[in-house]
């Protein structure tokens, strides 16, 4: 093997190794978040909804803005306006997933219209039976999620 082939050889194995370094990065990323196969977090709902009319709201695929590899729709552009300033505010804590299914050590979907705000941040459940359960131990529910998230963020969704 000359000089050129041996370069040329570690350097395709270089990108081979930073494609796929990077392929594993983006799935971990994705696996943090809950959204659907095109990347659209919440079911398309528009997360501004649940704290401004305390109603979840179908946003518009014509109304988006991106955060953190996200797609999220809105139902105006004031609420995405609203979502660029401080994204952080509206985005619902443990990536989506249910709340009291990480409270629980589960990473499961969620009922989009199965929510509540709670001290200024948005918590989704699986279902509305679900919630009923969250709602019972509202702090306990939020300090067991809290621990729990962090080994849970990375891993696939149990369902």
């Known amino acids: 093997m000359n000089r050129v082939t041996r370069i040329s050889s570690r350097i395709r194995s270089g990108v081979f190794v930073v494609g796929a370094l990077l392929a594993l990065a983006s799935s971990a990323a994705a696996q943090s978040r ?59 804590l443990y990536g989506g997933y249910c709340a009291y299914g990480v409270a629980n050590g589960h990473k499961v979907k969620v009922d989009p219209e199965a929510f509540r705000v709670v001290d200024g941040r948005l918590y989704l459940n699986y279902s509305k039976g679900v919630q009923s359960r969250w709602l019972k131990d509202i702090p306990g529910n939020i300090a067991a999620a809290e621990h729990n998230w962090p080994a849970l963020r990375d891993k696939p969704r149990d369902d």
Do not use: M
């Not at 196969?37 to 695929?61: H, N, Q, R, T």
């Open 34 to 92: 809950n959204v659907d196969a095109a990347g659209v977090a919440l079911s398309g709902y528009d997360p501004v909804s649940y704290f401004e009319d305390s109603a979840a709201v179908k946003g518009l695929p014509t109304i988006t803005a991106t955060h953190d590899g996200a797609t999220y729709r809105f139902a105006s552009a004031a609420h995405r306006d609203a979502f660029q300033a401080d994204p952080t505010r509206y985005v619902p």
